[in-house]
């Protein structure tokens, strides 16, 4: 890409996250850091901003640096599963497929897991302000987030803050398989 694509790719990001949240320039500017006069021009496409700038824009929105330097995904993204290689945790009693990632601009994150007989799995906490969603597709688990237990079976969902501890367990003969979203604010 050469570098005028790449001042108009960043334009027109910037400018529709400013229109998706129907956020003004002087709005912008007084998040970011960065001139109304300065942002229209990149928005434009007209000026080729600093990486120091991109990045305070970045900061100031919310968003990853690389919102900015990556195409605009399709508005359909079809996934199968089933032909990704999953990620393997807790000596592969943990299954983990990545559905879906920050990177298409999303605040959230979609996974789909498989808690093996014997799993017992302690995942770190994520930054404050996170949330996880947990949606049980087949068979039971237990989460445990510090000091409280939770059996869910299938059909059954639950959404916590995961800026602590939190594991999943599965002491049952059969596989657990659930979806989790991880949302970012």
């Known amino acids: 890409m050469n570098k005028e694509d790449l001042n108009r790719l ?19 500017a007084a998040l970011t850091g960065v001139s109304k006069p300065m942002l229209a021009q990149i928005e434009k496409g007209e000026s080729n901003p600093t990486v120091s700038t991109l990045w305070k824009i970045a900061a100031g929105l919310g968003v990853p640096f690389s919102t900015f330097l990556e195409k605009r995904h ?17 000596e592969g009693r943990m299954l983990v497929v990545p559905l879906f990632s920050l990177a298409s601009g999303n605040p959230f994150e979609i996974y789909a897991l498989t808690l093996k007989p014997g799993c017992h799995y302690v995942s770190a906490p994520h930054l404050e302000g996170v949330e996880e969603y947990n949606f049980i597709e087949e068979g ?14 299938k059909g059954e969902s639950i959404r916590f803050t995961a800026n602590v501890s939190h594991t999943y ?17």
Do not use: F, Q, W
């Open 74 to 90: 399709p508005e359909v993204k079809k996934v199968d599963r089933d032909s990704i290689e999953p990620l393997k945790e807790d």
């Open 140 to 153: 039971e688990m237990i989460l445990e987030i510090e000091e409280m237990s939770y059996t869910l079976k």
């Open 169 to 185: 367990i599965n002491e049952t003969n059969r596989d657990c398989r659930l979806l989790t979203m991880i949302h970012y604010k």
């Open 10 to 28: 960043i334009g027109s990001t910037l400018k529709r996250i400013r229109s998706e949240r129907k956020m003004s320039l002087d709005n912008a």
